[in-house]
Nanobody, 117 residues
Framework: QVQLVESGGGVVQAGGSLRLSCAAS????????MGWYRQAPGKQRDVVAL???????SYGDFVKGRFTISRDNPKNTVSLQMNSLKPEDTAVYYC???????????WGQGTQVTVSS
């Protein structure tokens, strides 16, 4: 089992910044990539950013250079720095720990990010 604890959501004005963090514990050996997904009301869950254990990153098309994902392997944490936030970034953001081959994926409880115009 892997436990994920998220922090850092909140309310910010358009153009502002937020930093999300996620700490993993438990069966860390089973984790491959970590990252963030988001889900707005009535919409599907979309990938925001992913980072593998070697630091290779990928981002959703809508990020367009505004967000940066980072990972601290010794501390088992992943963070998402979000700049130039827009109202359309409003969503529940979920930390994800994607299992290596043969292992399951794990999800955090979600943290609300609200960007006001």
């Amino acid at each position: 089992q892997v436990q994920l604890v998220e922090s850092g959501g909140g309310v910010v004005q358009a153009g502002g910044s937020l930093r999300l963090s996620c700490a993993a514990s438990g069966s860390i050996f089973s984790i491959g990539a970590m990252g963030w997904y988001r889900q707005a009301p009535g919409k599907q869950r979309d990938v925001v950013a992913l980072i593998d254990s070697e630091g290779t990153t990928s981002y959703g098309d809508f990020v367009k250079g505004r967000f940066t994902i980072s990972r601290d392997n010794p501390k088992n944490t992943v963070s998402l720095q979000m700049n130039s936030l827009k109202p359309e970034d409003t969503a529940v953001y979920y930390c994800a720990a994607l299992g290596r081959v043969g292992f399951k994926d794990y999800w955090g409880q979600g943290t609300q990010v609200t960007v006001s115009s």
